[in-house]
């Protein structure tokens, strides 16, 4: 390490002793950097200093020296730049069958489609081929289908760690990544037994627990993915419409006492900013839906109050893209917005919660036409100190 600093410092020396402070008019006399200065700092204290650069010089720079690819885990670097906002743009990926680990990028900061191939350079090590499955907090779950295993990668650390499945052979029907203040857990439903079983892998402790489930309550709703709720997870089931909840400490299953709209004819669960949980749902009748609305759950928990609705050319337009196929209707969050998307179509409708808007996603460029089906969409919003 203190040849490392060594060298650092060397480097350090040698440019500064070219570079002068620029004058301002009526500023004091220009001082030469003393190169002296560098070569008797303590190492803690050029760590300090080097941490004042921005986050993302560090990033572009951790490949040419051994203290730069460790400074962004130095307790001066994480300490100065774990609480502020990320420099980062945040994403809407789309994982297809077809994209042969090919993922599009919405850039939603600058609203712009982005190379893809800047995402697929980040699988570290390059699994071959892989499934996305979840994602939170920066972090993706990927299924290897080769292997009875599952990965869970920091695309922006390039860091990642191989998790076996807790039995072989293992089919399972939903994976959730659930990001946690200590780490993350993963929500598995398994049905190849006469009873479901819930498993739960903790980071925290490396380890997989399962849960029995006494009811197939969640079956044929794999699309839509849950949310995560006070230490719960909560589901939608299919008709009659009601809410499930999965506690992820007690493994118990209930039902909260939550009232539903009437006449929904589906129900998805959106949970967003300031631990708010949204139903994104259809209303009608003989399962035809007329209109789309957003609800809130209040602050009591008990039932979900009105706070928006698609407006009609946009809703008609919808209603055409699923064919009121609402099993292939899923929604999730995404940096303010709820992400409204369809397993069978390309395009996704959104809608600005604090500015109260609707809009279409731009259609991705490079996707083919010929593409019907298969289309899943995730949130992705890089973090440098999502551990894995």
Not at 322 to 342: L, T
Not at 370 to 379: E, I, L, Q
Request: glycine share 4%.
């Amino acid at each position: 390490m203190n040849k490392i600093l060594s060298s650092t410092k060397n480097r350090l020396m040698l440019s500064l002793s070219y570079q002068k402070f620029t004058s301002l008019p009526n500023s004091p006399p220009t001082l030469d950097m003393d190169p002296g200065v560098w070569s008797r700092l303590p190492p803690e204290i050029l760590e300090h200093i080097l941490s004042f650069l921005p986050l993302k010089t560090v990033m572009l720079l951790r490949s040419t020296c051994k203290l730069f690819k460790s400074l962004i885990y130095s307790p001066s670097f994480v300490s100065k730049h774990s609480s502020t906002p990320s420099p980062f743009s945040s994403f809407i990926l789309l994982s297809h069958a077809q994209c042969h680990n090919h993922f599009p990028l919405y850039d939603s900061v600058a609203g712009a489609w982005r190379d893809p191939a800047i995402l697929h350079s980040l699988f570290v090590p390059s699994f071959e081929p892989f499934n996305l499955l979840s994602s939170s907090n920066g972090l993706f779950c990927i299924s290897l289908p080769s292997s009875s295993s599952l990965v869970v990668s920091n695309l922006l650390s390039r860091s990642s760690r191989i998790i076996e499945f807790p039995s072989y052979p293992f089919a399972f029907e939903i994976v959730t990544l659930v990001s946690t203040p200590v780490g993350y857990k993963i929500f598995m439903l398994c049905s190849e037994f006469p009873s479901n079983y819930a498993f739960v892998y903790d980071s925290s402790t490396y380890s997989w627990t399962r849960f029995n489930c006494s009811e197939p309550i969640l079956c044929g709703n794999n699309y839509q993915p849950c949310v995560c709720y006070n230490d719960s997870l909560y589901f939608t089931t299919e008709e009659p419409f009601s809410i499930v909840c999965f506690n992820l400490e007690s493994g118990k299953w209930y039902r909260p006492r939550i009232e539903l709209p009437g006449e929904l004819m589906f129900g998805k669960l959106v949970t967003g900013g300031e631990r708010k949980v949204y139903l994104v749902g259809g209303e009608g009748r003989n399962g035809i839906s007329r209109s789309v609305k957003v609800w809130e759950l209040n602050e009591g928990g008990m039932n979900f109050v009105e706070i928006e609705r698609m407006p009609a050319l946009m809703c008609r337009k919808f209603m055409a893209v699923c064919y009121h196929n609402y099993g292939h209707v899923y929604c999730f969050w995404h940096e303010g917005m709820i992400c409204i998307c369809c397993y069978t179509w390309p395009d996704i409708l959104y809608y600005e919660v604090a500015m109260r808007r609707w809009h279409w996603l731009p259609r991705c460029p490079s996707l083919p036409y010929k593409w019907s089906c298969g289309f899943r969409w995730f949130s992705f919003v890089p973090n440098l100190y999502a551990l894995v």
